[in-house]
């Protein structure tokens, strides 16, 4: 069904590849004016839409930051929270708001990172207030490569690795068919490339594709998976603890194949799983069917991703009964000291 509205809103497309061809062409020649704003600032952005690795990109590049001593915010827009305009998140060690007002990737990485964020659909206001607020050296922006409005001094551009090797498939079209905000040409913007693998095993950039990726300097990613981490309690465990367990696997991220496979390959048992929309915010009635479900199935426990684990912890009374635990993930790099290097480059 949902090929068959991809196929009929075909013709759209051109119409959106020249609306974006238009738009690119008023930055490049001036006619819009990119903005200055004062700190260095670190765009990480993709141009297809969701599950590239944005967020544990940003966690691991706030983090590069402030274990330099430099003193880092991270900037959002925000996507799919219930508010609108700024919205000062936190200063780094008390969250001034709940994850429905500010977004959950924006919530997530200012909780693990312990540094000031924010959320604005506009980035060069959000970006000024947030500096009105707290002395800061760089500004990291979660998902902006599209948002050509504030300059940045590095622009880092995501792919999935999986969504790279679906040459010829409706996937590599422009939106509303396809998955791509832009075509593969925008690459040429980008500071800085990198290729997830996510945890699968690294392969080459298809052939078809590889004359974009000539001129920029590219690097490849993966994750490690290194706990299981109880939403109540924060107490970490092992992979191998939960080996064999019978667990409810609940998630709610845009693409859950990189999720199902690390726990497969550590034989945790994910035949009972319930997988929500991209950025699903979980109502009551989505909590008593995960009630429902973990009892139906005599689960040991309910095991989801980090980003769902920040919604859900709203609902621990509702849950108090079920264990629930998240699956920590970090994003790492084969080429780490070039990247960190890359990074750390601009500051001095």
Known sequence: MLDTIKILLFP?????????????????????????????????????????????????????????SIKVGILSRG??????????????????????????????????????????????????????????????????????????????????????????????????????????????????????????????IPERLKKFFENVPLFHAFYKATEIVDVKTNEAFTLEEFQGQKSLVVSGI???????????????????RLLFPDHKYYTEKEVQKIRKEFYTTNSYSVLTTQKDAVKLSQYSRELDDIDIYFLKIEIDFEEKEKFNKAILDIFT
């Not at 004016?33 to 691991?60: Q, R």
């Not at 859950?256 to 009972?272: G, T, V, W």
């Open 254 to 272: 845009a693409r859950p194949f990189s999720f199902l496979k690390i726990l497969e390959e550590n034989n945790i048992d994910i035949r009972h």
């Open 79 to 204: 996507y799919m929270r219930n508010t609108k305009g700024y919205l000062f998140v936190s200063d780094g060690k008390e969250m001034f708001h709940g994850v429905e007002d500010c977004g959950d990737e924006i919530y997530l990485a200012s909780q693990e990172c312990k540094v000031p964020a924010a959320v604005s659909e506009r980035r060069v206001e959000g970006a000024r207030k947030l500096l009105d607020k707290v002395q800061l050296q760089a500004i990291v922006l979660d998902d902006a490569f599209q948002h050509r409005w504030i300059y940045r001094d590095v622009d880092i551009l995501l792919f999935d690795q999986r969504f790279l090797q679906k040459t010829n498939k409706m996937e590599q079209h422009l939106l509303p068919s396809g998955q791509m905000r832009e075509g593969f040409k925008a690459i040429n913007r980008a500071d800085l490339v990198i290729v997830n693998r996510k945890f699968s095993e690294k392969k080459p």
């Open 12 to 68: 759209i497309v051109p119409i959106y590849a020249i609306a974006i061809r238009l738009r690119n062409a008023f930055f490049d020649k001036g006619l819009y004016k990119t903005e200055k704003v004062n700190a260095k600032v670190i765009s990480i952005g993709n141009i297809t839409v969701g599950g590239s690795g944005k967020t544990p990109t940003v966690i691991y590049v706030t983090k590069l930051l402030k274990e330099n």
